[in-house]
């Protein structure tokens, strides 16, 4: 039988129920245990495709084409497994389906209410992962901080579940924040009222991971224990870490996983975590250190860029370096001749994905730099498509070329709307997205990563390389290493006398994890060793 798991956050947002959930997996998935996850966004959004990256963070794809929240990636480089449309759902979706349901007349004329019609729908989707996949155990995360009141359907159809399925098969996982004062003091109220809120709606939490910045003392632990109801054995502390890939590891020596199996009566299971205490010991012990610049247009808000971000540290375990971002804001690279600032004790240059014009020709002007000064650079979506102008405008002698997404009036538009996006209006869930495979050409850099012919990677844009241009581009030294099976679309571009300049109109940080680390990010670290080490021996670095 299914066992479920409901995770929690209290007193604030941003409390680190997504490391949370992803780390329960793992330390279940490491026992051999089959593990399933769905994230819970208590907004009106039907999913998080249009939604600000700024506010919301990245927008995450998944392989099937959903537009979902960053906590599905952490859920899939922490299980190290391929999530679906399945594992995200929003208010906004529930409220949408159960209209649509009203409107066929699937109610029979019953009077629709927020119970039973929308906790129904709820529960139905979590239920329906444990039937469709088949596994042990499904995790369910509920977004925002409880009190909020968009959380209450949410909260009660979790509770309505756990008994349905009975609490021996349920178990209530509260994370909240233990507030330590400047003279080190914690303090444990914020939590005490938390739990008390949780108790309100009629759920007990039966495992507590106290967030905090110190180790929590027994009398905090006491406390807690006494006034909430809760074990000390089953109070945990979430120490605050630089390195969240060690997270499981610390979960595990404080028993997480084996309270957490004995209160839902799994069979109890050997460990199996090698491999990952492996990886965060490559993670934490680096051979080499060295530095990349990401030009992009969200680098205030770094969680817009969060796979892009864990994509390159697993390259680094690949290559056992530590690798650190310098952000780079693109609309401050506006001065040619004085770009060296920017890229000072640089190795790598990454520009990213993104939409719109603003910091457009900032990036253009990254790809222009690494290009003349032979840095290793790797673009994606959008920072392919920098490559491509700024390689169509000084190389291909095409002034002025751009993508009509910029500029419509461009005279050269090497970058165009894709034909099947022409007629749509709507923006959400109607970009080209999720998996489609890619054909590579041999002996290129793109083959020599990924070492076989087809490739499947996931996608998220509306503008394509226009190939009307493809013949002038590769008379003038752009190579197109990868394209869709009939050839119409290109999938990669290299600059072919560059050691390293590659450009994906994919997502390849999408399906890294890491345990494997993806093929582009790795070789990209890898060039950039090759190219710290260039340099060093020629005396340019330090």
Request: hydrophobic residues 35%; proline residues 4%; negative net charge.
């Amino acid at each position: 039988m299914t066992k479920y798991i409901f995770v929690t956050g209290g007193v604030i947002s941003g409390i680190g129920k997504g490391i949370t959930t992803a780390s329960l997996g793992r330390l279940l998935i490491n026992r051999g245990f089959k593990v399933n996850v769905v994230k819970i966004d208590p907004y009106l959004n039907v999913d998080a495709g249009v939604m600000n990256p700024f506010q919301h963070g990245e927008v995450f794809v998944t392989h099937d084409g959903a537009e979902t929240d960053l906590d599905v990636g952490n859920y899939e480089r922490f299980f190290g497994v391929d999530l679906n449309q399945q594992s995200n759902f929003t208010t906004g979706s529930v409220y949408n389906e159960v209209i649509q349901k009203e409107r066929r007349g699937d109610y029979l004329g019953q009077t629709v209410q927020l119970i039973p019609h929308i906790t129904d729908e709820i529960k139905r989707r979590i239920y329906q992962i444990g039937k469709d996949t088949d596994v042990d155990v499904v995790i369910t995360e509920i977004g925002g901080t409880v009190g909020d009141f968009e959380m209450l359907p949410f909260i009660e159809a979790i509770r309505q579940m756990a008994m349905e399925v009975g609490r021996g098969d349920s178990l209530f996982l509260h994370v909240s924040l233990i507030y330590t004062l400047p003279n080190g003091e914690s303090k444990s109220k914020p939590t005490q009222h938390s739990i008390r809120k949780l108790q309100e709606f009629g759920i007990h939490p039966d495992l507590l991971l106290c967030r905090t910045s110190q180790h929590l003392n027994d009398s905090v632990r006491r406390k807690i224990s006494l006034l909430c109801g809760i074990s000390e054995e089953f109070i945990l502390e979430g120490l605050d870490t630089k390195c969240v890939d060690e997270i499981p590891l610390n979960f595990e020596q404080q028993g997480m996983g084996h309270l957490v199996s004995k209160k839902l009566g799994l069979e109890r299971r050997a460990t199996m975590d090698a491999e990952w205490i492996a990886m965060v010991d490559k993670l934490k012990n680096p051979k080499h250190t060295t530095n990349i610049a990401i030009v992009g247009k969200y680098t205030t808000g770094s969680d817009a860029y969060i796979s892009v971000q864990e994509a390159i540290k697993h390259g680094g375990i690949a290559n056992e370096a530590d690798v650190h971002i310098e952000w780079v804001e693109a609309e401050s690279l506006t001065d040619y001749p004085n770009i060296d600032k920017s890229f000072e004790n640089i190795d790598g240059i990454l520009v990213p994905g993104g939409f719109g014009d603003r910091g457009i020709e900032g990036m253009i002007l990254a790809a222009k730099y690494a290009r003349e000064n032979r840095i290793p650079y790797f673009g994606l979506c959008l920072g392919m498509q920098c490559l491509v102008i700024e390689f169509a405008r000084h190389m291909a002698n095409l002034k002025n070329a751009n993508s009509t997404e910029v500029d419509e009036k461009t005279p050269y538009p090497v970058i165009d709307l894709m034909l099947e996006q022409r007629a749509i209006a709507d923006k959400g869930a109607t970009m080209r997205l999720g998996h489609y495979p890619c054909v590579l050409k041999e002996n290129t850099k793109s083959y020599a990563a990924y070492q076989q012919p087809i490739i499947l990677e996931r996608h998220r844009h509306r503008y394509e390389l226009n190939n009307d241009f493809r013949s002038q581009l590769t008379e003038a030294g752009l190579a197109f290493s990868g394209v869709s099976p009939d050839g119409s679309l290109v999938e990669i571009a290299e600059v072919i006398d560059h050691p390293w300049m590659v450009g994906s109109q994919f997502h390849p940080e999408f399906q890294s994890k890491p345990l494997t680390p993806h093929p582009l990010f790795r070789e990209f670290i890898a060039a950039v060793l090759r190219y710290q080490q260039e340099k060093t021996e020629s005396g340019e670095g330090s």
